[in-house]
Structures are given as structure tokens and as C-alpha cells.
């Protein structure tokens, strides 16, 4: 039987070695009587250190408790003689103390002040790992459950987190619509990454607010919303505008940061701010954009902003329909407004790049119900890919669905249905409520029933929004 060592077995009497390491010892304890006994003895001798350091001795020790012992005698005092003047008893102190100690017990006292330089290693490299944590943000997680937004770094370490009661509701909408409520991103080309979000921590009272934050958890901007009142053609509208799903585009020092803020109908804007929280520009809109993405349509290395939502500015209900705006972020500046909704009374914005028209009326009037865009799916394969579903009064969201494909120069490519669409319409044209047939020349028609806004009108070939000339 191989027998640890004296050292093993000390080092397994204060605690110290891994668990594996002590599985194995305490295995060999319970068979080797021999090694149990010295694991005894050691605990009791520092049992008897640990009492003495706690209790300081006031008499000699004992011969037989000394560790280095000399056969001869010592002469004993005794009362034969004068007695000697004594001197006034004076309190030991703590030093005092363990120099005491250290003098009857050198070998306890060496061990123990090797662990006091191990501890004070392991301390002073614990705060040196703390000085040297990567404080670059990497991603956040939201904390549903714990109610916290929580950012990491690369290592996965958490660097800060923030209390919120609306993460449910921020995850639930970033995957309905394909966007991110919280972006992690190097606003300033300098290596240095910024938390921006728009989820309404605790400090937010009835409304979010657009936040910059660094990895110390400083919070570098902070922009409130609230109630904005503007005009739309001699009409006065006054709205809680809410913030939400940041849009980060640009490239180096040259990032922009967008948000889209509405109350959930018209009118709504578009704001650029830069890395510093400044607003840089606006770009109204009458009608809903529901969601925003950057995309570098171009191949370019630079990104433009796809907007999905709808127009309301016309009269009648035939006249409000889904919409997709392509903007060029770094044009957005000063308070302008959309070319196709005028009436705002502010300059017309030159951030255009297309602004695309869809008809889904006819299929939506069967189900009683007006198309929305829902959300940009992807951009794989050099395509844009757009879900459309639709609303009733009645039912909420319901039919028809469908997909939209566009290419990077904006033209449509194809149209797609959902097979419940597909059953849903077979049941209203055997009811009676609808003479449509839902197949491939049907899906021809609402693509070629897309239309472009140049400017000035609406056309059927693929065009750019032409920007207005300078004012004089």
C-alpha cells in the first residue's frame, strides 16, 4: 500500500488540495490505521495552536508540550531567600502575542505566515484581474426572469446590469418584427463598443428613453421622450411618442444612430442622432413605420436604412397602404419631411432613395381586413425578403400573408403566399364572400401592381425618389 506523505496529509488537515486529490486521501484514511493516526495527531496539534493563539499562555509550558526539549535541569526558585521586587503587570499585546507564539512555535508560526503571504498574493492578483477586465461590451442578455438587461464582454463576463419591468415585452417585439431593441456597437471607430437601447429601464417613468451607455455602466447620453405636437395639413396632432429598435448605420467614425418614435398610428419620425446622443436631423412621415434595418443595398460598405410601414395621407381607405422607404442615413439633417406625405410644413427631405407602394386592397377587402408589414425576414442571398400579414377591427391579426422578394436594385422578383392563406380564400370564394383564386397569376398581380414614387408620381418601373433641388 503506497502511504501519502506527511506534507499530503497536512495539506489535507488545513483544508487545502483539490477535491479529487481528497477523495483519494480520505479513501486511503479509512483503510491504513497507521496514516489515520497521523491525520489525528495533526489535527490536534493544530487544534492545541489554534487554542493557544486565542488564549495566550501565562504560565511555562509544560515540558512534555515543548517542541525542542534538553535533558537537564533546570534550577527551581524557591522560597529560601529574599523575594524579589516585582514589577507591574503589563497587558501583552496582539504583536506581542504572536511573537510569543512564534518563539514557542516556529513551525506553526512559518506556516501560518506563508499563508498570510499566499492570501495577500492571492488578493493582490485578484484586484490586478479586476483592473485588467476586458470592459468592452460584447452582447446583452435580458434577464426576463430576474428583470435585469445584462451586458457581457467577450469572456463572457458580466460587466454591468440594469433593473427593467419591460423585457418581456422588448424580446417579444425584437422577434416579431426581426429587429433589436439593444445594440452593441463601436459608435466612434476607436475599438471602444456602446450599449444603445431603447428599453425602458427603471428610472423611466411612462415612457423609454434612448440610452448610451459604456462598458463602466456610464451612461454617456440620455434622451427622453414624451408628448410632440406637430401639424399635418391644418390639422393639429399631440402624441406620446415612444422610441424603439435602434438602427445603427454608417461605417468607422461616421455612425449614425436612428430611431423611429411614434405612438402606434400617424404621424410618425425618424430621428439621426450622433455617437454623443445630438440630434442631427428628422424626417417625417405621415403614416406607421413598424420597423427599421440597415443594409448596405449597394455593396458599397456603406449602409442605407430600410423602413417598413404604411401611408395614411390619403383621403380615403383605398388610399392607405404598406409602404418600403430606402433613406440614405447621412442625409438625414434638419427637420424635413417625406416627399410623398407633404404637409407638415417643413422642407422636403433629400434622404430619399425609394419609396415602394404595394396593393394588397382587393385580397384584404375579402377578409375584411387592411395589410401591414410586418417585418424585413432577411437579406440572404442578394435579396430582400419582406412578410406582409394584415389586421381586422374584429379578429386582430389575420389573412391574407405573404412574401415579398426585391433585389438589391429594388426590383420585385417574385410574390409568395402562405398555404392557410391559400385555405382561407378557398373557403370564402365557396361562401360566396369573394371571387378570387389565390394561384400563381393572382401572385403575378399584386407584384406587377407594385408602384415607385419618383418624386412628382407613381410609376410602374423601378425608379429613385429624385431629390429636390437646393433652396436659392
Known amino acids: 500500500m503506497k502511504h501519502p506523505s506527511e506534507y499530503t496529509i497536512e495539506r489535507y488537515v488545513l483544508g487545502d488540495g483539490k477535491a479529487k486529490e481528497r477523495l483519494v486521501i480520505e479513501r486511503h484514511l479509512r483503510r491504513c490505521a497507521g496514516c489515520r493516526e497521523l491525520e489525528q495527531q495533526m489535527r490536534s496539534f493544530y487544534a492545541d495552536v489554534e487554542h493557544e493563539l486565542r488564549h495566550p499562555i501565562r504560565e511555562p509550558a509544560a515540558p512534555q508540550r515543548s517542541l525542542v526539549r534538553q535533558d537537564q535541569n533546570v534550577d527551581i526558585w524557591n522560597s529560601i531567600g529574599p523575594l524579589p521586587v516585582k514589577r507591574p503587570a503589563m497587558l501583552l499585546t496582539w504583536w506581542q502575542q504572536v511573537r510569543g507564539v512564534a518563539r514557542l512555535h516556529p513551525v506553526v508560526s512559518g506556516f501560518a505566515a506563508f499563508s498570510l503571504?499566499?492570501?495577500?498574493?492571492?488578493?493582490?492578483?485578484?484586484?490586478?484581474?479586476?483592473?485588467?477586465?476586458?470592459?468592452?461590451?460584447?452582447?446583452?442578455?435580458?434577464?426576463?426572469?430576474?428583470?435585469?438587461m445584462e451586458v457581457y464582454n467577450n469572456e463572457n463576463e458580466r460587466l454591468w446590469e440594469?433593473?427593467?419591468?419591460?423585457?418581456?415585452?422588448a424580446k417579444e417585439g425584437d422577434e416579431k418584427c426581426n429587429m433589436r431593441s439593444t445594440i452593441v456597437s463601436d459608435l466612434n471607430g476607436n475599438g471602444k463598443n456602446l450599449v444603445v437601447t431603447t428599453v425602458r429601464l427603471a428610472d423611466d417613468v411612462n415612457v423609454n428613453s434612448l440610452r448610451i451607455i459604456d462598458g463602466t455602466m456610464s451612461v454617456l447620453a440620455k434622451v427622453g421622450y414624451g408628448a410632440r405636437q406637430v401639424q399635418f395639413r391644418g390639422t393639429k396632432y399631440e402624441a406620446q411618442f415612444n422610441p424603439f429598435s435602434p438602427i445603427i448605420a454608417g461605417t468607422g467614425k461616421e455612425k449614425s444612430i436612428l430611431i423611429i418614435s411614434n405612438n402606434g398610428r400617424s404621424p410618425c419620425v425618424v430621428t439621426r442622432y450622433d455617437p454623443s446622443g445630438n440630434v442631427v436631423g428628422e424626417y417625417w412621415h405621415f403614416g406607421d413605420f413598424r420597423g427599421g434595418y440597415a443594409v448596405d443595398l449597394n455593396n458599397d460598405g456603406k449602409d442605407e436604412v430600410v423602413l417598413i410601414g404604411s401611408n395614411d395621407a390619403g383621403s380615403a381607405e383605398v388610399d392607405h397602404f404598406p409602404v418600403i422607404v430606402v433613406l440614405d442615413p447621412s442625409k438625414i439633417s434638419g427637420t424635413t419631411e417625406c416627399s410623398s406625405t407633404r404637409g407638415f410644413g417643413f422642407p422636403e427631405s433629400n434622404a430619399e432613395l425609394y419609396y415602394i407602394r404595394l396593393d394588397l386592397n382587393e385580397i384584404c377587402h375579402a377578409f375584411q381586413s387592411y395589410p401591414i408589414m410586418e417585418k424585413l425576414l432577411s437579406t440572404s442571398e442578394n435579396v430582400l425578403r419582406f412578410s406582409t400579414n394584415a389586421s381586422s377591427p374584429d379578429h386582430g391579426l389575420t389573412f391574407p400573408n405573404f412574401e415579398f422578394i426585391f433585389d438589391k436594385r429594388l426590383n420585385a422578383v417574385e410574390v409568395k403566399n402562405e398555404d392557410q392563406t391559400v385555405r382561407e380564400i378557398a373557403r370564402l370564394k365557396k361562401e360566396g364572400k369573394t371571387s378570387i383564386v389565390l394561384n400563381s397569376a393572382y401572385l403575378e398581380k399584386i407584384k406587377h401592381a407594385i408602384r415607385y414614387w419618383d418624386g412628382e408620381e407613381w410609376t410602374k418601373d423601378v425608379k429613385?425618389?429624385?431629390?429636390p433641388l437646393p433652396a436659392k
Open 117 to 148: 503571504i499566499g492570501a495577500l498574493t492571492l488578493a493582490v492578483l485578484y484586484s490586478a484581474t479586476g483592473l485588467f477586465k476586458d470592459k468592452n461590451p460584447s452582447y446583452v442578455h435580458y434577464d426576463t426572469s430576474a428583470g435585469m
Open 162 to 169: 440594469m433593473p427593467s419591468d419591460f423585457l418581456a415585452g
Open 464 to 467: 429613385k425618389v429624385v431629390a
